[in-house]
């Protein structure tokens, strides 16, 4: 198992930025794929980004893309997600998420075997 904690987020004005991390402990960093998902007020939590194990595979939403970026550090252990240009929409509780099956990288949720508890983001207009 992996343990997850997210930190970072905040409320920011429309066109803001905010930076979330992921420190993940308990298993090797370099074992398994990161993925970041969001759950909106009176929806369905969704895909936002994954990064491989290796950091060389990437995959956007399609409502993040161009505006959001996703990265690892292995020497501290921690996914970070770099939110550019935020937007009302993108208000949500992210959570952060490790794939053991490398490594291809998988977007559906049912996949993730470890879970942060989640960081709110909240973007005023």
């Known amino acids: 198992q992996v343990h997850l904690v997210e930190s970072g987020g905040g409320l920011v004005q429309a066109g803001g930025s905010l930076r979330l991390s992921c420190a993940a402990s308990?298993?090797?960093?370099?074992?398994?794929?990161m993925g970041w998902f969001r759950q909106a007020p009176g929806k369905e939590r969704e895909f936002v980004t994954v990064i491989s194990w290796s950091g060389r595979s990437i995959l956007y939403a399609d409502s993040v893309k161009g505006r959001f970026t996703i990265s690892r550090d292995s020497a501290k252990n921690t996914v970070y997600l770099q939110m550019n240009n935020l937007k009302p929409e993108d208000t949500a509780v992210y959570y952060c998420?490790?794939?053991?099956?490398?490594?291809?990288?998988?977007?559906?949720?049912?996949?993730?075997?470890?879970w942060g508890q989640g960081t709110q983001v909240t973007v005023s207009s």
């Open positions: 308990g298993r090797t960093f370099s074992s398994y794929n």
């Open positions: 998420a490790a794939d053991f099956s490398v490594p291809e990288i998988r977007p559906t949720q049912e996949n993730y075997d470890s």
